[in-house]
Every structure is written in C-alpha cells, then in structure tokens.
C-alpha cells in the first residue's frame, strides 16, 4: 500500500487548501484514513480522521468547524478541506491509513504518506 499526500503550499492567514491523499491498493474502502501534522519542532499530532465509510469523522479541537475530511473510495483518495487557516495550522501534512477503527494516535497506523508541507502567512 502506497499513500501520496499532496496540495500543500504557501497560504495568508484566512485562506484555504484542500490536500489530496491518493492511495494504492484495491482495499482502500476498507482503510481508516486520518491526516496528522507536524510542525517546525513538535511532535506529530492527530488532525482529523474518518472510518472506511465516511459514517464517522473525528477532529482535534482547533481544527473543528475550520477542517472537513472526507473521502471518495472510487477514487482511492482522501481529501482535507482546510478554511481560515492560521499561522498555527503550518506544519507537514501526513496522510495514514490503518485496518479497522479510527485511531487518533500515530501508533495505531500501519501505512503513512510522505507529507505534503502548508504554510500559513500571517
């Protein structure tokens, strides 16, 4: 299984980017998918996540009414809308992919982009 995040760049504060995550494999629709992040001197942390059928989201408290995950399981991606993106949203972008439940912890995840990086001016 193979996962390609990309769609980051360089953004002002307020703006907008959706990132793509484009998976291999033909049991993508069986996958978990979360996006995680990590920026300049932290450790990586949970964005969002969304169970095989899109029936249930999960999203850490700052992004909650500015992110919306979702996914096309004909397509084999998942996307990240991103909305009013803050200075505090830079960061790696990684997409992760896992058998089974949503996790929100990097250590329940088998299969991981390369990251996609999103800079947020202010």
């Known amino acids: 299984v193979q996962l390609q995040a990309s769609g980051g760049g360089l953004v002002q504060a307020g703006g907008s980017l959706r990132l793509s995550c484009a998976v291999s494999?033909?049991?993508?629709?069986?996958?978990?998918m979360s996006w995680f992040r990590q920026a300049p001197g932290r450790e990586r942390e949970f964005v969002a996540a969304?169970?095989?059928?899109?029936?249930?989201?999960v999203y850490r408290d700052s992004v909650k009414g500015r992110f919306t995950i979702s996914r096309d399981n004909a397509k084999n991606t998942v996307y990240l809308q991103m909305n009013s993106l803050k200075p505090e949203d830079t960061a790696v972008y990684y997409c992760?992919?896992?058998?089974?439940?949503?996790?929100?912890?990097?250590?329940?995840?088998?299969?991981w982009g390369q990251g996609t990086l999103v800079t947020v001016s202010s």
């Open positions: 969304i169970t095989w059928n899109a029936g249930r989201t």
């Open positions: 494999g033909r049991t993508f629709s069986t996958y978990a």
């Open positions: 992760a992919a896992r058998v089974g439940t949503i996790q929100t912890i990097e250590q329940g995840y088998d299969y």
